[in-house]
């Protein structure tokens, strides 16, 4: 069941009061009926793909306690062995999700344990897939770890996307599909797994945060 991400609710009722009151302006001060007729369609498209955007649907985690989940939904579109310089300092696989405008942007934990680091850093716009994007753009680093492994998860704002939201801190406990974080409008996911893992995923899969398995621990 589908339901309205609480970062959406203001724009989304907000909106929907100023769509509302401009199309009964429109009603009551043009009288030509294929006008009103069209531009109320418009502009309630309009408001129908903002709510869309904010929606964060109820999703139960099936996955085994070793599967790595996707933290959001998108399209694989890095798959790679990268050197990750901000916390671990050496070689990882890095694995990218692309959230696309028609994409869920809720992020949820990848798996369940504690958040041994998170740092927030101001930065850029690049769009999404310019090669500085992952260092230079606004972001944030959070990294999970349980018995099992360490990931690396990275919130990264793109063109569009101006506000990154994040729900944890330095030694949170997290259990696996709950919510971490939210992009508004935009943009991309990475995650750093330690070399060795199995990735579950191909460049070009599309996949679902919380039901699509990204890697295996």
């Known amino acids: 069941m589908n339901y309205l991400h609480k970062e959406g609710r203001s724009w989304v009722i907000g909106l929907f009061v100023a769509t509302a009151a401009i199309s009964w302006l429109v009603c009551q001060y043009i009288q030509m009926a294929w006008l009103v007729w069209g531009f109320n369609i418009l502009i309630w498209a309009f408001w129908f793909i903002i709510a869309q955007f904010f929606r964060n649907p109820s999703r139960k985690v099936v996955a085994k306690e070793n599967q790595v989940v996707a933290p959001a939904d998108g399209k694989v579109v890095v798959i790679e062995e990268v050197f990750e310089p901000e916390y671990f300092k050496d070689k990882r696989i890095q694995v990218s999700v692309f959230m696309s405008p028609i994409?869920?942007?809720?992020?949820?934990?990848?798996?369940?344990?504690?958040?041994?680091?998170?740092?927030?850093?101001?930065?850029?716009?690049?769009?999404?897939?310019?090669?500085?994007?992952?260092?230079?753009?606004?972001?944030?680093?959070?990294?999970?770890?349980?018995?099992?492994?360490?990931?690396?998860?990275?919130?990264?704002?793109?063109?569009?996307?101006?506000?990154?939201?994040?729900?944890?801190?330095?030694?949170?406990?997290?259990?696996?599909?709950?919510?971490?974080?939210?992009?508004?409008?935009?943009?991309?996911?990475?995650?750093y797994f330690p070399l060795g893992t199995q990735i579950d995923v191909k460049i070009g899969d599309k996949v679902k945060g919380n039901l699509s398995v990204l890697a295996t621990i």
């Open 103 to 191: 994409n869920v942007h809720v992020n949820r934990n990848p798996i369940s344990g504690i958040v041994s680091y998170f740092k927030y850093h101001p930065g850029l716009y690049l769009v999404a897939w310019h090669p500085k994007s992952s260092t230079e753009n606004e972001r944030t680093t959070v990294v999970f770890k349980n018995s099992k492994t360490e990931i690396l998860v990275r919130q990264i704002a793109g063109a569009l996307a101006k506000r990154i939201c994040w729900y944890v801190k330095e030694g949170d406990a997290v259990q696996k599909g709950e919510d971490f974080g939210f992009i508004k409008f935009g943009s991309r996911v990475d995650l």
